[in-house]
């Protein structure tokens, strides 16, 4: 990122290959449109070019480029009513586990309720779930992508988490 910020452009290009596809899939679950998606990719790479001289030398770029993401994400669906699409298959399940990966094949049906319950959280509750669950980050990794305090990323978490129990009919 150092590199970048000084010019090098070979330097945005490995970095764009390094950090896109993880990316892309944040922004595909939190936008549940791949094309949606990739546009808001675009846009935030865009925004961290704009704002590379904001960067802090030495720091994690990751947690920085992901809060401009989800930032660019929010600013999108303020402009736009949620629409009403089809949710797109997800590369994993609701433990994490890469589809495909576990030894039995995962119930289509079940997937397909547990992403609707997913897509009906609110906002905040779903990007909690989605952050923690599915993209593995650690609590305050989470928190600091979505710009919020541990606490309140803990509380939008297990929010979610029992909302989706209760959506699915799982024990509390």
């Known amino acids: 990122m150092g590199k970048y910020c000084d010019g090098d452009a070979s330097a945005f290009r490995e970095l764009y290959a390094v950090?896109?596809?993880?990316?892309?899939g944040y922004l595909m679950k939190l936008a549940r449109s791949r094309a949606l998606a990739e546009d808001l990719l675009q846009?935030?790479?865009?925004?961290?070019h704009r704002?590379?001289?904001a960067y802090v030398r030495g720091a994690d770029p990751l947690?920085?480029?992901?809060?401009i993401a989800h930032r660019t994400f929010l600013d999108e669906a303020r402009k736009k009513k949620p629409a009403n699409e089809e949710v797109p298959e997800l590369p994993a399940d609701l433990h994490g586990i890469a589809v495909g990966a576990a030894d039995e094949p995962a119930d289509p049906e079940k997937v397909k309720a547990a992403l609707d319950a997913l897509a009906e959280l609110p906002t905040q509750q779903r990007e909690a779930v989605v952050l923690v669950k599915l993209d593995?980050?650690?609590v305050a990794e989470a928190a600091q992508i979505a710009g919020t305090t541990v606490g309140a990323m803990k509380v939008r978490a297990h929010r979610g988490y029992e909302a989706l129990r209760a959506k699915l009919g799982g024990d509390p």
Not at 43 to 48: A, E, G, M, S, Y
Request: hydrophobic share 50%; no cysteine.
């Open 19 to 24: 950090v896109s596809p993880k990316l892309l």
């Open 43 to 48: 846009q935030t790479f865009l925004k961290v």
């Open 51 to 53: 704002a590379r001289a």
């Open 63 to 67: 947690p920085w480029i992901y809060a």
């Open 136 to 138: 593995g980050h650690s």
